[in-house]
């Protein structure tokens, strides 16, 4: 190899540089792989679609290693509470302990860049550029075993250069004519002449902790078939003798002082998961990467982001999106569990359109650009009971569908009973293949076999089951109407309204009024006052937004909040002088805040 | 083979304790019903080696062996000097570094138809706090005692009340379906559960007794801390049962504790956090919040990791 | 039946435990007190093992201790497959007794440092786990190179022995001992695989695997 073997770069600062942190091979179905990179725990996991999430290696709950994790191929499930956190993404899309509440956004583990090449996978604290170029053989070398050294990773890179060994094991002989053509403290390449064969090592040296590396050998060329196991085998020997040898120098050495992992920022704070229906926000733009039919009236579209990865959804979400005529529509987003590249979204063209699906239908093509707001939930899916039974109309099948794909990836007890006119309006049919016996179609009914046939669907009511109904208003009405007399409890039964209208939320609209920032501003029902006041630019640090933190605490200076947290005890409450602005509203008209 | 008995010094060292509120506290040592009469032991208490053990009379004798290093397993001195103070409550061996309040009541101990034991006394690398914050979720059932004390996919932590009384922590209303509540259920059942802390480093829990629906079973968990972050985790049964054999019931306890031990030895830090937003609460942590917020009241910073500004 | 003198806790027992079910054998737990109790000394219970530990195997009156050697008797008793314990090939039964005997090793080393830690028990500690450590890398290296050769158990052959188990316990509790797995990413897969193995029960203190393909 000549002197490009590694393109020459100016040595950046390790926060800043990409390291290899393990084999492709260590990364197989459904295992989580635990590392380190300076002084770093991670969780590296590769998801079903190959994808590999590299993450701080703590549960955000209450700082459980996340490498002890289940890797369920589209989630990372913690051992300690089952919290759940999504491929690529790392959002939380399930806490087991509230089943039926969206987890906020802002709970979403420390990700890490990743790049998988030359059968290593490469990460870094902020890595700047691309990973190490091997010149000369783009992806055809032979991944060493990697070797752990307890000695610290200059020490170690220094030993490599006298790395000898043979470019043909097999052959009897020395060592070959090895020189070294390049090397640093990261990496090192030692060449191997013996007559006419040659052969190149590359060594890239992983930083595990101060007094812990990792050696990760890269062969170049690619020995042939029957002699990779041999050849393996010669450099396993040769680094283990080199281990021993650095080892035994290192531990006569002064400990080097210990690695502090970098602190990095906490978790975002005071960001509003849900967005006032009169001030909609569209943070992300999308780009419709496919548009087809995917039934009679029905287009499908996918939509993959343009620039910042799509955040974590679960099932039951939405979307708003925001169409060049001005209008706003909220759309269920389809996917399953672990589909995360584009959200994918079903729309009806109604026949009396204001505009919206209309557009949609008619006017925005692939390759158009769309901006959308964070994925929103207001139809949660509760995973707590031993069977759910889906009712879809029509296109209230969308959001549905994403709650089959959960349960069946789950491996809960479900069934889909979708009612619509024909074969061709069902929507989505490769999803409800793959779903297989679990999709009961209901084609061609009339409203009167309509309510019979809800009718036999609830007469199968056992305790531990609960419905979920998506449909026209029709069909939400008498299915609601059939379950209570069918003695179906009432938080059994959820319902949604298939345009994904933001549910009715009756609770109270009052007053504040912000002594400090002397405004005055009206808290509509459904919306926070914590989201008011982001509207307004004054931002309230806050963090769990389920008034369990105490972080978004404020001062109230006169009336009577409404306490609904569980930070304040009851003494505190009754004093009425501090609330939690994220979930506590007002018992009386107004209130003063010491904002 | 107990290193308790041994005649090396303890290897493990940890700093010494300067936190007023850990060291003005009884802590216990020793089930003393494990402990040889007149036989020397050997312990650390807050990174403080100590020397202990029960005399030919039955009385406990605590020392620090700074002032009189004898190896474990030798006679067990009369009187060792700067001696420091002990009780024996609860089936266990008590001492303490400063100078503490009486320890706290378990009034049920004395009701003679009790069954009284140490199920189990564990070593783990963890502080106290973590330990006690553990004890005291529900939440963690069905994952990691799955089969025992909960069930995927019975999941929900339904509201409960938590309130400060007296200087205790007490969470109470607490509900769990539990499918299989000690060793004498084998059917699943509700359980309810009250929760108490009374202590920084011990905590109680009166659960649903299967053998007698007027009363409820008592469990404490007492912690030792030998260090910041690793504590011998003693486990005190004071059950209405009847029927089971003390190996049935030490065994499903030590099952469970089995269970919680990998987790509480990967939650990073080990020492807990009180800044409220070091984690991330939920609502079914209302008694862990209540719980850290009490340690940041009375001031405790020995294995905890202290809110920046003092307070919670 | 099939009576085990059992101590929840124990990586020996465990052992005996693991292999019965991944077998489909049906058997009972006699519980002993091992700890705090010190059941195992007592007179009674040396009447049933004059060295007074555990596990004990009752097999209709066939009485049997030491764990690995139980592995032994059940795999050859009831595997009708013969390829726990592979009886019929002489090349193999070899390379398993002597992966039963590094086994030997881990168990004094590795589950040791965890007796320590656990249940206060007086082992030099450092030394303990640097003998785990020792075995633990050359045992990673092995499973690294079996997987380049496309099989997945310590032994040769396309089917886990009794060397299997008698490994995996001491491996997959070690961290309880304070002996990190970070260095030795085959061991962990390897576990994994063991887990997803029809039948594989779990103990406290191991966690479950999500499942395989």
Request: net charge negative; charged share 20%.
């Amino acid at each position: 190899m000549n002197d490009e073997g590694i393109a020459a770069a100016p040595m950046l600062d390790a926060a800043f540089s990409w390291f290899p942190i393990a084999s492709s091979e260590d990364l197989p179905f459904r295992h989580t792989y635990h590392t380190k990179l300076l002084g770093r725990e991670l969780a590296v996991w590769r998801a079903d679609d190959g994808y590999v999430n590299v993450w701080e290696d703590r549960c955000l709950h209450r700082g459980v290693r996340l490498s002890i994790g289940l890797n369920d191929g589209a989630e990372l499930k913690c051992q300690y509470h089952g919290w759940r956190y999504a491929s690529r993404s790392a959002g939380c899309t399930y806490i087991p302990a509230h089943p039926a509440d969206a987890p906020a956004r802002t709970i979403c583990c420390t990700t890490f860049p990743v790049v998988e090449r030359y059968g290593l996978v490469w990460s870094g604290e902020e890595p700047l550029g691309d990973v190490a170029q091997v010149a000369l053989f783009g992806d055809e070398g032979l991944t060493l075993r990697p070797v752990p050294i307890h000695a610290p990773a200059a020490l170690v890179a220094e030993r490599l250069r006298s790395y000898r060994f043979r470019p043909n094991p097999t052959a009897t002989g020395s060592s070959g004519e090895c020189t070294v053509e390049s090397g640093d403290e990261r990496a090192v390449v030692v060449t191997a002449r013996d007559g006419t064969a040659e052969m190149n090592v590359v060594f890239f040296v992983q930083p595990v902790d101060a007094r812990t590396c990792v050696v990760r050998g890269l062969l170049v060329p690619r020995p042939v078939d029957d002699a990779v196991v041999g050849v393996l085998r010669h450099h396993n020997e040769r680094m283990s003798t080199l281990r021993d040898e650095v080892e035994e120098a290192a531990a006569v050495m002064p400990p080097p002082p210990p690695m502090q992992p970098r602190v990095r920022a906490p978790a975002p704070v005071a960001e509003p998961t849900h967005t006032p229906a009169d001030t909609r926000t569209a943070p992300l733009r999308v780009v419709v990467a496919r548009k087809w039919a995917t039934a009679d009236g029905i287009a499908g579209f996918e939509l993959e982001s343009i620039g910042e990865r799509l955040p974590a959804f679960q099932p039951g979400a939405h979307i708003d999106v925001h169409l060049p005529n001005g209008l706003v529509r909220q759309y269920s987003l389809t996917n399953g569990p672990g589909d995360v590249v584009r959200y994918r979204i079903g729309v009806k063209l109604e026949p009396d359109s204001r505009g919206g699906s209309k557009a949609l239908h008619e006017s925005i093509r692939e390759g158009d650009v769309l901006a959308i707001s964070e994925p929103r939930n207001n139809f949660p899916l509760r995973r707590d009971r031993a069977t759910t039974i889906l009712i879809a109309g029509g296109i209230g099948v969308t959001p549905l569908i994403a709650m089959a794909q959960a349960l069946g990836h789950a491996q809960l007890d479900f069934r889909l009973h979708y009612f619509a006119q024909s074969p061709a309006h069902l929507a989505f049919p490769e999803v409800l293949d793959l779903l297989g016996e679990r999709v009961v179609r209901h084609l061609g009914l009339g409203p009167t076999e309509t309510g019979q046939r809800l009718q036999e669907i609830l007469a199968e009511r056992r305790p531990s089951s609960q419905v979920y109904v998506c449909g026209p208003g029709s069909m939400l009405g008498a299915t609601r109407q059939m379950a209570a007399e069918l003695g179906w409890p009432d938080d059994a039964v959820h319902f949604e309204y298939f345009k994904n209208t933001t549910v009715v939320d009756d609770s109270s609209a009052f007053d504040v009024e912000l002594a400090r920032s002397a405004l005055h501003l009206r808290v509509p029902a459904g919306t926070t006052i914590l989201e008011v006041l982001a509207e307004h630019g004054v931002i309230v640090a806050s963090s769990c937004q389920q008034g369990a933190c105490g972080t978004c605490l404020v001062s109230v200076l006169d009336g009577v909040p409404d306490h609904q947290d569980v930070y304040l005890n009851d003494a505190e409450k009754q004093r009425n002088d501090r609330m939690l602005v994220c979930v506590s509203r007002a018992k009386s008209p107004r209130l003063v805040l010491d904002v | 083979m107990w290193s308790n008995s041994s005649t090396r010094p303890i290897v493990d060292s940890f700093e010494r304790c300067t936190d007023p509120v850990a060291l003005n506290q009884w802590h216990p040592l020793s089930a003393v019903a494990e402990l040889r009469r007149g036989v020397t032991y050997q312990t650390l208490l807050l990174g403080e080696p100590l020397g202990y053990g029960i005399d030919d009379a039955g009385e406990p004798v605590v020392w620090p062996a700074k002032a009189l290093h004898l190896p474990a397993g030798s006679p067990l001195p009369a009187t060792p000097p700067a001696g420091l103070p002990t009780q024996v409550s609860y089936g266990y061996l008590w001492t303490t570094l400063g100078d503490p309040q009486p320890l706290f009541a378990i009034p049920e101990a004395d009701e003679p138809d009790r069954r009284v034991l140490n199920a189990a006394t564990i070593g783990i690398a963890t502080s106290a706090p973590r330990a006690v914050e553990n004890f005291l979720d529900m939440g963690h059932f069905p994952f990691v005692h799955a089969g025992v004390l909960g069930a995927e996919p019975h999941t929900e932590v339904v509201d409960y009340r938590v309130d400060v009384v007296d200087g205790e922590v007490w969470a109470t209303g607490c509900r769990f379906p539990q499918p299989k509540a000690a060793p004498g259920s084998s059917a699943s059942a509700m359980t309810d559960y009250t929760y108490r802390v009374p202590h920084p480093y011990c905590t109680i829990l009166y659960k649903s007794c299967p053998f007698d629906e007027s009363r409820r079973d008592v469990i404490g968990l007492f912690l030792q801390p030998m260090g910041e972050e690793a504590v011998r985790a003693n486990m005190l049964l004071c059950v209405v049962d009847p029927i089971s054999t003390d190996t049935e019931i030490r065994r499903f306890q030590l099952g469970i504790f089995s269970q919680d031990k990998p987790i509480l030895e990967n939650q990073v830090p080990r020492r807990l956090p009180l800044s409220p937003i070091a984690e991330t609460p939920i609502r079914a942590d209302k008694s862990a919040i209540a719980y850290r917020r009490w340690l940041s009241e009375m001031g405790l910073t020995y294995g905890v990791i202290p809110a920046a500004d003092g307070a919670a | 039946m099939i009576k085990l003198y059992d101590f929840e806790l124990s990586v020996n027992c465990y052992k005996a435990r693991l292999l019965m079910s991944l077998l489909d054998v049906a058997f009972e737990l006699v519980p002993v007190d091992f700890y705090p109790g010190w059941e195992h000394k007592t007179e009674e219970f040396k009447r049933i093992n004059p060295l007074g530990h555990i596990p004990v195997l009752d097999d209709d009156g066939f009485v049997l201790w030491d764990a690995h050697a139980i592995l032994v008797y059940l795999a050859t008793r009831y595997d009708t497959s013969r390829q726990w314990y592979p009886v019929d090939d002489p090349q193999l039964l070899g390379r398993t007794a002597s992966w039963m005997l590094f086994a030997e090793g881990t168990t004094n080393t590795a589950s040791a440092a965890r007796l320590h830690v656990n249940l206060g028990y007086d082992f030099e500690i450092e030394s303990v786990r640097a003998g785990a450590h020792r075995l633990f890398r050359y045992l990673d290296e092995h499973l690294w190179f079996t997987e380049r050769e496309g099989r997945c158990w310590v032994c040769p052959g396309d089917h886990p022995t009794i060397a299997d188990i008698a490994l995996f316990p001491d491996v997959a509790l070690a961290p309880e001992g304070g002996i990190d797995l970070l260095d030795y990413p085959a061991l962990r897969r390897w576990c994994d695989r063991i887990k997803r193995l029809p039948r594989f029960v779990v103990m406290g203190g191991i966690f479950p695997a999500s499942p395989g393909r």
